[in-house]
């Protein structure tokens, strides 16, 4: 495949390391991810399916890496920009009153089996469009929406 990867680089590279700020909240992890991200998409450029979208590629590969390094450090996120959160999700913000009640939604939240896990984390913590978490998963906008009340049901029920 000929591609010119500098001009890849340079025209997702801000997307990418906003994703995953997004999802660390951390400058120098999302640096770092990014780089990596780019690392591995051009040493498997040979395997990038060419009738998907190239944001979507890069997406996946910096999701799997995020979760990767995630997971080795065992590193709990955070609920700082819970209150940036829009109408119908204000009653989860509500629930979270004190840092006892966020960390049980943590511990609620890594237990949820994906996809649920991963679509109310991109749109809580990265503040995603639905249609980008559709596009994301390679699925619709309406599938995000419904898979994200369906977390939030899931969430509501363990608190209780």
């Keep these: 495949?000929?591609?010119?990867?500098?001009?890849?680089?340079?025209?997702?590279?801000?997307?990418i390391y906003?994703?995953?700020l997004g999802l660390s909240k951390k400058q120098n992890i999302a640096e770092e991810i990014a780089q990596e991200t780019f690392f591995k998409a051009l040493?498997?450029?040979d395997n990038y399916d060419t009738n998907k979208k190239m944001f979507t590629w890069l997406c996946q590969i910096?999701?799997?890496?995020?979760?990767?390094?995630?997971?080795k450090s065992k590193k709990i996120k955070e609920l700082d920009n819970l209150e940036n959160i829009i109408d119908d999700e204000t009653s989860i913000i509500e629930t979270i009153i004190d840092n006892?009640?966020?960390?049980?939604?943590?511990?609620?939240?890594h237990k949820l089996?994906?996809?649920?896990k991963e679509v109310f984390s991109l749109r809580i913590y990265?503040?995603?469009?639905?249609?980008?978490?559709?596009?994301?998963?390679g699925k619709n906008e309406n599938w995000a929406r419904v898979t994200f009340y369906r977390s939030k049901i899931k969430i509501k029920e363990n608190l209780k």
Excluded at 62 to 69: D, V
Excluded at 113 to 116: A, D, L
């Design 1 to 15: 495949m000929n591609v010119d990867f500098e001009e890849i680089y340079l025209k997702y590279y801000k997307s």
């Design 18 to 20: 906003k994703y995953i």
């Design 43 to 45: 040493k498997n450029i």
């Design 62 to 71: 910096a999701k799997n890496t995020y979760f990767t390094e995630y997971k």
């Design 100 to 109: 006892e009640t966020n960390i049980e939604v943590l511990k609620i939240l």
């Design 113 to 116: 089996e994906e996809p649920y």
């Design 126 to 137: 990265c503040e995603l469009s639905f249609k980008q978490i559709g596009e994301i998963f």
